[in-house]
């Protein structure tokens, strides 16, 4: 990590002195001053206290040191002030053989969701995250990383904001009934083998964001608005990648499977399902597929989309 991330990295540890600093980086008192300004300039609230050292009072940027902090390493992370997709970039890393790494941006000008929609992403207001990982797992088994991500995401958001976070099959977290978070996995399977080559898990979480669409009204919201809460970015995206670590043991035992079902919020509801027909949830199956109940049949559901009826 460079100078300027280590020395974030240490005052998100708690305060720390000039000589501290100084001392870690092997550079002088005065070098460490002129750091802290220019942190100071790009948006990070640091405060001098007397006989404690500098001390940080509020981030909104994402930093690398930052989000490292929080994942408790591991990751291998870059940050861009703007991209068209984080999946594009993660995409991009994965093809140079890159093993494990995690992409953020500020802003995304082609962010995407599922079924080809558009994820809108505006600077700043919303974390926007891709994870490349490789588990060692069969292609028969990528049908849970979707669910696990959900689990792990649903977790770190609840852990900063105090609120419960439903999960709707397969890839929103809802609070309060208004989405607040979408993923978008990706990956690559190898086709001799069936086995998982490399996967890309986007994740996209309205943070601050107040304004949506006119057809989003009520259905659409962000973690602040529903809780009230002041998110710190890379606290979240650090939660995010510190669980994520446990992918690959998770998707071979299957143990999130059950804070999954917990958490689904379509459980025993009728459902619209591919916008086509109507069908009963009747629960979610250990490969984490539905089971739907049409017209007094049992049938499973995989792939696709379900749609919440309004009564
Ligand atoms: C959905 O709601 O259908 C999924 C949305 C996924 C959005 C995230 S933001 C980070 C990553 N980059 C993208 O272009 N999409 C995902």
């Not at 984080?86 to 500020?106: M, Y």
């Not at 973690?223 to 009230?228: A, F």
Request: net charge neutral; with cysteine; charged share 25%.
């Amino acid at each position: 990590m460079d100078v300027k991330n280590t020395i974030i990295s240490e005052l998100y540890g708690g305060a720390v002195s000039g000589q501290q600093l100084a001392d870690k980086l092997g550079i002088s008192r005065s070098a460490v001053w002129k750091y802290i300004k220019a942190l100071e300039k790009e948006g990070f609230r640091i405060s001098a206290v007397p006989n404690v050292g500098y001390k940080l009072i509020g981030a909104d940027p994402l930093s690398i040191g930052g989000v490292d902090k929080y994942a408790g390493g591991g990751w291998e992370i870059s940050i861009k002030k703007e991209t068209t997709s984080t999946n594009d970039e993660a995409k991009r890393l994965a093809a140079d053989g890159v093993k494990c790494a995690a992409v953020l941006a500020e802003r995304q000008t082609a962010g995407r969701g599922r079924l080809g929609r558009a994820f809108v992403s505006p600077y700043g207001s919303g974390l926007y995250i891709s994870a490349l990982i490789r588990p060692a797992i069969s292609a028969a088994d990528c049908g849970k990383v979707t669910a696990f991500t959900a689990v792990a995401t649903a977790q770190a958001v609840e852990e900063l904001c105090g609120m419960p976070v439903d999960i709707k099959w397969v890839n929103d977290l809802y609070m309060n009934g208004r989405k607040i978070c979408g993923i978008l996995t990706e990956g690559s399977v190898g086709m001799e083998n069936g086995e998982l080559d490399y996967v890309i898990i986007g994740i996209g979480v309205n943070v601050t964001r107040h304004a949506f669409p006119k057809e989003l009204d009520g259905i659409a919201s962000s973690v602040e608005v529903e809780s009230g809460k002041k998110i710190d970015r890379c606290a979240l995206a650090g939660g995010i990648l510190k669980r994520l670590k446990g992918a690959e043991e998770a998707l071979k035992d299957g143990a999130f499977i059950d804070e999954y079902r917990a958490r689904s919020c379509v459980i025993g509801k009728t459902v619209i399902v591919n916008g086509d027909y109507e069908a009963k949830v009747k629960g979610i199956a250990d490969d984490c597929s539905l089971r739907l109940e049409r017209d007094g049949k049992e049938m499973s559901f995989a792939a696709g989309e379900i749609t919440l009826k309004l009564k």
